[in-house]
């Protein structure tokens, strides 16, 4: 097993390889100059240029290639071109935000996604069925800003319910323990700040985790009834052992293959940073920020964190691959008993 | 039955959202009908001056701070919320809008501007003297200052701050060369006692030292300890202390006790970060804070309709057209092309009533300006006939895609605009457009006959307006304008003295562009921000700054 994952650790070197490679020249081929953005109205010919000199953009375009793989190789991504900090310290500073986000909105997804998903496969072509797929349908479909913004009109603009932005009112937030704020509050036992906080998550992580939800859904409904279509469920039922009990854990338990994969990419791609989401809701975290240094051309930064993104998308997978060999006794990574 | 049912259910969902798609839809064809009726100088334009004049003179906006009642709430948060999150709290190190907010709560400079003007007043120099060759200026300092951290202010301070951003300057100083680019030395004559010898004459060093960027004094002692990088630990002597900094989200700072000067009532200030422009506005209609900026003509009625205000000035910025003077060199020929604008009517149709006519280079508020100065009248017929007469048929004009401070229609409509009134005396525009970056760099080229453009005054001082018609640097100077005269007069007037014969001078300078129409200004955007109604002793000020110490809310 651990021969297993180390090669599969391994395969992250050629990953992030062709992934710098791809991310630095486009942004370089086709991302606004950089120079008149930084320097704004007072910017002259001479004054771009020599900033461009400063920041390494006059030279070849592969000798700053190595220049970035050099710094990359012992940790360090360069700093911003706007707030002038390095990009590490940047990305830290917003990745709690965006792991807390995902991490809600996978879990109300897959506990939706999941149930909605058994229970159509369970009652196929009922009234509950036509209904969890029409909302799985819905949730593929809708985009997710344009829900953001409904949500937001709705919740917050019309109703006064929840708060349409930010992580926590501050004047309540805590001190900085893990740089989740739940978790932070809970720690603190300040439990205002706590249900603040949980005030200012529902609203992006239920649009977050709409699109996760229906996939999941989907998938888990097909995987569902494969399985429930196997001799083996009809055995157990024969044996007479409970509709439910073969569904759950007989049905379920070896359906979730399929799902588990689903959800496992589903985080991932949500740990990348949910633009949309994060920029509808001004949520402090990665893909919100992604989007203002892409608009500012800030390569440094777009850099770090599209490595960053395929760092995660590697781990993910390798994570949901592990957790086959739990999930599945049949599979082995290691082949000690051949 | 069921595939009936749910047959019935999709047909009206269906239904139900392509109705909603088309009440948005109509809504856009109205605005926009509008637009094209008001640009003909129909009904539509009759009804958009209407609303115009409806808007100013439903209220009138605050200039001067009131008095601040005994019974106010001095525990209270007020919560600002911006478009984008600061560059960073240092004065000597950004450049933008973000950052200067916050940071003018939390720094003073020698001197400041008035309530909503660009005059300067004494802060934290109680009076200056200038000698007569307008080359040395002696600032008396305020005694009993201290800085956040409890280091004095004094003449050294002052002393350290100028030579942090002269002789010992690093390159990520972005204003340390406009507001000290012409001191030659800053000498401490005693505590409290300061004296900077210039170059040149040049009177706008005094209001670059009012400037919310490089002028603050930052804390020497803080300074050091922070590795000459005050970005995440500001330290000033501004009313309002740093507490704290969380990126992309908000910026906390709470009232200096130890101010010397009235002390400022909310005890805390947020800057809050809300990216999306349609979110700022729920937030601020739900009560999640209290004043916004960064507002655009199309969510002005939500804002109004929920019962919040909205404040509303002339923006200091100008909005032109410049004729690209080595290629246009027949003034007969701009003169016509300027006389076939409407830009009165093209003003209100296109900004809907949130930006001024410009009838001059400089905004109305700033010294310098003058009413008797007059830009060339719309005159359709002259126009067409010149411009027969020249054999001018086709012409090509540079744009930017983009909105701008300026121009928030973009450059590209308003060209589309332009475009359309030369298309009436008989001339066919060619618009080349670029995204805002491209555009910069094409601009060198010199290739078009004229182009869009637009600058937001930094100073408050109308040398700061004037001297991109003298600039080397086509990147500044789009109409590529070389009139030595006209240079003459830019450097005569900046060593006047604050005073009538330098508002004249640039009078004078004004009269001689419009004369020989190098540009056609066209408008100055507002500055627009909204407010939760019980907000008090609210300014915008011209120069895009919020000083918070004495609003509150009751």
Request: with cysteine; glycine share 8%; hydrophobic share 40%.
């Given at each position: 097993m651990l021969k297993y994952i180390g090669k599969r650790l391994l395969m992250l070197i050629p990953v992030l390889f062709g992934v710098s490679l791809i991310v630095f020249f486009l942004m370089r081929v086709c991302a606004p100059d950089p120079a008149p953005i930084v320097l704004g109205q007072h910017a002259t010919q001479?004054?771009?240029?020599?900033?461009?000199?400063?920041?390494?953009?006059?030279?070849?375009?592969?000798?700053?290639?190595?220049?970035?793989?050099?710094?990359?190789?012992?940790?360090?991504l360069g700093t911003s071109y706007f707030t002038k900090a390095p990009v590490t310290e940047e990305i830290m500073a917003r990745f709690p935000a965006t792991i807390e986000l995902a991490l809600v909105a996978i879990v109300l997804a897959s506990l939706l996604g999941v149930s909605v998903g058994v229970v159509s496969a369970v009652k196929k072509n009922s009234i509950f069925d036509n209904g969890g797929m029409l909302l799985s349908l819905?949730?593929?479909?809708?985009?997710?800003?344009?829900?953001?913004?409904?949500?937001?009109?709705?919740?917050?603009?019309?109703?006064?319910?929840?708060?349409?932005?930010?992580?926590?009112?501050?004047?309540?937030?805590?001190?900085?323990?893990?740089?989740?704020?739940l978790i932070d509050c809970l720690l603190q036992g300040d439990m205002e700040a706590f249900w603040d906080a949980l005030r200012h998550m529902i609203l992006p992580a239920v649009t977050l985790s709409l699109y996760s939800m229906a996939i999941i859904a989907r998938m888990t409904r097909s995987s569902m009834l494969d399985t429930l279509k196997q001799d083996y469920i009809r055995t157990a039922k024969a044996k007479g052992i409970s509709d439910g009990k073969v569904d759950i854990k007989h049905a379920l338990r070896n359906a979730l293959m399929p799902i588990v994969t689903v959800i496992g990419l589903q985080l991932g791609s949500l740990l990348g940073g949910a633009v949309l989401t994060e920029s509808v809701y001004s949520w402090p975290g990665l893909g919100n920020y992604t989007v203002q240094c892409i608009m500012k051309s800030?390569?440094?930064?777009?850099?770090?964190?599209?490595?960053l993104i395929a760092v995660i998308f590697v781990l993910m997978n390798l994570l949901v691959d592990v957790l086959y060999a739990f999930l599945d006794p049949r599979i082995k990574y290691a082949k000690k008993e051949v | 039955m069921k595939k009936k049912m749910l047959g019935i259910f999709l047909c009206t969902a269906l239904a139900v959202t392509m109705a909603a798609g088309c009440t948005k839809k109509n809504e856009v064809l109205e605005s926009s009908q509008a637009a094209a009726a008001a640009e003909e100088g129909g009904e539509g334009a009759a009804e958009t001056t209407a609303a115009v004049e409806q808007k100013e003179a439903t209220e009138e906006m605050l200039t001067e701070f009131g008095e601040i009642p005994a019974d106010v709430d001095r525990e209270q948060t007020i919560t600002y919320a911006q478009g984008a999150d600061p560059r960073g709290l240092d004065p000597a190190l950004v450049d933008d809008g973000e950052s200067s907010k916050p940071i003018v709560q939390m720094y003073e400079g020698l001197l400041q501007f008035g309530d909503?003007?660009?005059?300067?007043?004494?802060?934290?120099?109680?009076?200056w003297d200038i000698s007569d060759d307008g080359l040395t200026y002696t600032f008396h300092l305020r005694q009993g200052v201290k800085f956040h951290d409890g280091t004095d202010f004094n003449?050294?301070?002052?002393k350290y701050n100028v030579d942090r951003?002269?002789?010992?300057?690093?390159?990520?100083?972005?204003?340390?060369?406009?507001?000290?680019?012409?001191?030659?030395?800053?000498?401490?004559?005693?505590?409290?006692?300061?004296?900077?010898?210039?170059?040149?004459?040049?009177?706008?060093?005094?209001?670059?030292?009012?400037?919310?960027l490089a002028a603050p004094m930052v804390s020497p002692t803080a300074c050091e300890a922070n590795g000459n990088n005050l970005n995440e630990n500001p330290?000033?002597?501004?009313?309002?202390?740093?507490?704290?900094?969380?990126?992309?989200?908000?910026?906390?700072?709470?009232?200096?006790?130890?101010?010397?000067?009235e002390a400022p009532v909310a005890k805390t200030i947020v800057f809050r970060t809300i990216t999306d422009n349609s979110a700022r506005v729920v937030a601020l209609t739900n009560g999640e804070v209290d004043i916004i900026d960064g507002i655009d003509a199309n969510v002005v009625d939500q804002i109004t309709s929920a019962g919040c205000k909205l404040y509303q000035s002339e923006g200091m910025n100008i909005n032109y057209l410049a004729y690209n003077m080595n290629r246009m060199t027949d003034p007969e020929v701009r003169k016509a092309l300027s006389e076939a604008i409407n830009v009165p009517e093209l003003v209100a149709s296109l900004y809907q009533g949130y930006a001024t006519e410009a009838t001059s280079i400089l905004p109305s508020f700033m010294p310098g300006y003058s009413a008797d100065v007059k830009q060339t009248a719309y005159n359709p017929e002259e126009a067409q006939q010149i411009l027969a007469d020249k054999g001018v048929t086709s012409l090509k004009l540079m744009t930017y895609t983009n909105p701008r401070p300026y121009n928030t229609?973009?450059?590209?409509?308003?060209?589309?605009?332009?475009?359309?009134?030369?298309?009436?005396?008989?001339?066919?525009?060619?618009?080349?457009?670029?995204?805002?970056?491209?555009?910069?760099?094409?601009?060198?080229?010199?290739?078009?006959?004229?182009?869009?453009?637009?600058?937001?005054?930094?100073?408050?001082?109308?040398?700061?307006?004037?001297?991109?018609?003298?600039?080397?640097?086509?990147?500044?100077?789009?109409?590529?304008?070389?009139?030595?005269?006209?240079n003459e007069m830019l450097s005569a007037a900046a060593a006047l003295p604050n005073g009538d014969e330098r508002n004249a001078a640039y009078a004078e300078m004004e009269t001689l562009v419009a004369e020989e129409n190098v540009w056609l200004p066209i408008s100055h955007q507002q500055n627009l921000s909204g407010y939760v109604s019980n907000v008090q002793n609210y300014i915008a000020h011209p120069t895009g700054n919020v000083y918070l110490a004495k609003t509150y809310k009751n």
């Open positions: 001479e004054s771009m240029d020599a900033w461009r000199q400063a920041n390494g953009l006059n030279d070849p375009i592969v000798v700053q290639y190595i220049d970035f793989i050099k710094g990359a190789l012992t940790g360090d819905v949730g593929v479909s809708v985009p997710i800003f344009w829900l953001g913004i409904m949500l937001i009109i709705l919740f917050s603009g019309t109703m006064h319910l929840l708060p349409s932005s930010g992580r926590i009112d501050p004047a309540l937030r805590p001190d900085t323990i893990t740089g989740f704020m800030d390569f440094p930064v777009i850099q770090g964190v599209v490595l | 909503s003007s660009t005059e300067v007043e004494p802060c934290l120099a109680e009076s003449a050294e301070a002052v951003q002269t002789v010992n300057a690093t390159a990520d100083m972005a204003y340390g060369s406009f507001v000290y680019g012409d001191v030659a030395e800053c000498n401490v004559i005693d505590d409290y006692t300061v004296e900077f010898v210039l170059n040149k004459a040049v009177t706008p060093f005094l209001n670059n030292l009012a400037m919310s330290c000033g002597t501004g009313p309002y202390k740093f507490v704290r900094w969380d990126k992309n989200e908000s910026v906390v700072m709470e009232r200096f006790d130890d101010y010397w000067g229609a973009t450059g590209q409509t308003l060209a589309e605009a332009l475009q359309g009134y030369w298309a009436q005396v008989g001339v066919d525009v060619t618009i080349d457009s670029y995204d805002w970056t491209t555009y910069k760099e094409r601009i060198p080229s010199g290739d078009y006959d004229m182009c869009l453009y637009g600058w937001i005054g930094d100073n408050g001082d109308p040398d700061n307006f004037m001297y991109l018609l003298a600039h080397e640097d086509p990147t500044m100077n789009v109409a590529n304008y070389q009139n030595e005269t006209y």
